[in-house]
């Protein structure tokens, strides 16, 4: 099997943010970057399915020169190649632009399968892969939680609320998005990292995809942050004193007045 | 917060995009493998056997030598392994560092492309397992006059006597048994369960808890011709091996001192007494400001001497050199994040102690620090102050 996985560059969960001065986005410069973490669980989603047969697993990212590295990452950790939309024209899009991106990067290599992470850290939208699937044409599964080969395509557990799960059928190709948990993804071995750098890394840009630079990017997008703000820290709050069964009987009757769970 | 050691002079800036690679991939294993386990191996006195495997296929067992399923990495992504898995404990870093710069690089260097079929494969992958086997009871920084002997039958040699303090002994597939033929030193290759070999744990140690360390018997152990590694002659073989994993041991010292500044750093700034947090004491702020500024310095002897090896520069008394710097400065780190720590700083909840106890074995293994000092006096005057 061909399978394409899209991955993402975030900022590290643990990184310092800050709104920059225009209020649209985050301060990117200064803090450090790390692969999102949903992706890491598509990408050993699909080299387990390569590995159960065989066939090519392709790592695609969209993002500024700095992407590379989490490209580099999946190649050291068992990806065969790597594309990366690194041109100026598909940076700082909404999740329809960079759909459009990814899907004309996406059919020239005309895969049977396309993984995804749920969602990415950074703006936690989970929109691109299905705008990805339907304008790839393609059935879409999303928070996948076991993936198996049948004989017609594949069959997909989602994750639904409490623990249940629904059980799909999607012929291929298709794209699904993985959830965290499927699976328990390996380490970029040593010797991974060290034939990574043999391994084919292409930039095509919009011109190569032929792709209109106004549909894709900034220019392509409907979606607009216009007012970053970090929230209010919460003021307050009460601290309840007295004895250990005072202090419980307090607590439970705050509980049961404020949230009705009790 | 997910752990990032120490680097106060951007000493990552000196290490190459695969080299930094490495020792992340290296850092996400210790961080989800190692730190949530290796309290409890401690207080149990047991190692980790089941991390083996995990260590084989990341490519860190003999990862500094070529082909026979070995990564090849330069002497430097090897030091920052050591720095990573050290920050772990140190008895992991001692099982890694005996297998590769112990056990596999001599088989590597000295053995016969049979034997280097035969074990370096096996090694890689963490499915056999090695021990070097050069102390005794009786001669320790004095290897050189060890009894252990080897005599010529007609089918190979006969070894006869004993070793102590021995990393992976009784775990070990094969153990790399140091012994004098007519006189000589020379290695040999005894496997696990060969008649007239014996090895039993040492027990009662307060250091190197999550690390096999043990006393090897060879009462008449006849082993084949193929058991001789052929390249080995006198105690300079040992010794090259040794210097090996010494470069190693000075690495993964920084790696001990930034865990217990790491520890001790959020402790101040979290413990306040007298009504604010203990990190805003100058008391406290000179001990942080010792600890960071020897880190940085042990750092870069460290990036300096990686590039030295990797040109064929460096010197075993440069090894030496940092060696001896390096863990007598993670101890003394050790020591003083301890003592910042109050009184949990004596509980295993905290790393500190726990590295503190395993690195005065590593202050005493691989060349006791006045050994080292000992090396750098012969390289400064050319007199040799041993005898
Ligand atoms: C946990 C652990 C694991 C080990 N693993 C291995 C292993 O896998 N394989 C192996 O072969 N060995 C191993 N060793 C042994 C280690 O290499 C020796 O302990 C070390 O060489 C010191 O020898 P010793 O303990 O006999 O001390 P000694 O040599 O008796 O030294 C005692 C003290 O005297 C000092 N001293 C000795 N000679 C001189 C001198 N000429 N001038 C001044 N001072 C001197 C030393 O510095 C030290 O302070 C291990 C040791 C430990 C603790
Ligand atoms: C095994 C054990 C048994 C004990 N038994 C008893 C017992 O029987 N009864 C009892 O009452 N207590 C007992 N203690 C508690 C002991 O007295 C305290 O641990 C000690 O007073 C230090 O307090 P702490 O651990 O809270 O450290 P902290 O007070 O939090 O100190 C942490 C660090 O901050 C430093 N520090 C604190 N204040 C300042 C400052 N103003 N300026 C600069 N540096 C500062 C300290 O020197 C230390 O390095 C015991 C402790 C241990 C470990």
């Not at chain 2, 250091?207 to 096999?212: E, T």
Request: with cysteine; charged share 25%; hydrophobic share 40%.
């Amino acid at each position: 099997m061909k399978i394409v996985v899209c991955v993402k560059q975030v900022p590290d969960s643990d990184a310092a943010l800050a709104v920059n001065a225009d209020r649209t986005w985050i301060v990117d410069s200064g803090i450090n970057f790390e692969l999102n973490p949903y992706d890491r669980y598509a990408l050993e989603e699909a080299l387990r399915i390569k590995e159960a047969g065989e066939g090519e697993v392709v790592a695609v990212s969209l993002g500024p020169a700095r992407a590379a590295q989490v490209l580099k990452t999946c190649l050291a950790t068992g990806a065969d190649r790597a594309i990366h939309l690194k041109d100026e024209a598909f940076q700082g899009g909404d999740p329809w632009a960079n759909a459009q991106a990814l899907a004309a990067a996406i059919r020239t290599v005309e895969p049977d399968l396309v993984l995804c992470g749920f969602q990415a850290n950074d703006d936690t939208l989970a929109q691109t892969p299905v705008l990805l699937a339907e304008m790839l044409g393609m059935p879409h599964a999303t928070g996948a939680m076991k993936i198996e080969k049948t004989d017609t395509g594949v069959r997909v557990a989602r994750e639904l609320e409490a623990d249940r799960r629904e059980v799909v059928d999607l012929p291929l190709p298709a794209v699904i998005t993985v959830q965290t948990g499927i699976n328990e993804p390996r380490y970029a071995s040593i010797k991974g990292i060290m034939a990574a750098k043999r391994k084919e890394m292409k930039t095509p840009g919009p011109a190569d995809l032929g792709i209109d630079p106004s549909q894709v990017g900034a220019a392509g997008s409907r979606l607009r942050f216009f007012d970053l703000a970090v929230p209010p820290k919460k003021e307050g709050g009460e601290v309840l004193t007295g004895s250990t069964e005072e202090i419980a009987v307090a607590l439970v009757k705050r509980i049961r007045e404020n949230t009705g769970v009790l | 917060m997910a752990y990032k050691g120490a680097d106060f002079y951007l000493s990552d800036e000196l290490f190459t995009e695969e080299e930094i690679l490495i020792r992340d991939s290296v850092r996400q294993f210790v961080t989800d493998q190692i730190m949530p386990i290796i309290a409890k191996h401690n207080r149990e006195g047991t190692f980790p056997a089941h991390l083996v495997p995990g260590l084989g296929e990341l490519g860190l067992l003999g990862a500094s030598l070529e082909g026979y399923g070995c990564a090849g990495v330069s002497a430097t992504a090897y030091g920052l392994m050591m720095v990573e898995l050290e920050r772990g404990d140190s008895g992991i870093r001692s099982f890694v560092s005996v297998q590769g710069a112990l056990c596999m690089y001599p088989i590597y260097r000295f053995g016969s492309e049979e034997q280097k079929q035969h074990y370096l494969p096996d090694m890689a992958k963490g499915e056999a397992i090695g021990s070097f086997g050069l102390t005794e009871a009786d001669f320790g920084s004095n290897p050189g006059g060890m009894r252990t002997r080897a005599e010529k039958t007609a089918g190979g040699y006969l070894l006869n006597g004993s070793k102590s303090w021995i990393t992976n002994g009784t775990i070990a597939d094969v153990s790399i048994i140091w012994a004098k033929l007519d006189g000589v030193i020379r290695g040999f290759l005894v496997d696990k369960g060969t008649k007239g070999f014996s090895a039993q744990d040492i027990k009662g140690k307060f250091s190197l808890r999550a690390s096999v360390t043990s006393e090897l018997l060879l009462e008449n152990v006849e082993v084949p011709e193929t058991a001789l590694l052929p390249g080995t002659e006198g105690l300079k073989s040992a010794l090259s091996c040794l210097n090996q994993a010494r470069y190693g041991v000075a690495w993964g010292a920084i790696g001990a001192a930034q865990a217990v500044f790491d520890e001790a750093v959020r402790y101040a700034q979290g413990r306040v007494q007298f009504g604010r947090p203990i990190a805003g004491f100058q008391l406290q702020q000179a001990k942080m400001a010792e600890m960071l500024t020897e880190i940085t310095k042990a750092q870069l002897l460290c990036a300096r001497l990686g590039r030295l090896k990797e040109a064929g520069k460096a010197t075993p008394a440069m090894v030496s050199l940092a060696k001896r710097n390096n863990v007598a400065m993670a101890l003394d780190a050790a020591r003083t994040a301890r003592d910042i720590l109050g009184a949990v700083g004596i509980m295993d909840e905290y790393q500190t102690f726990r590295h503190m106890c395993n690195l005065e074995s590593v202050k005493t293994y691989e060349g006791t620090h006045d050994i080292h000092t000992l090396i750098l006096g012969q390289a400064i005057t050319g007199l040799d102050a041993f005898e």
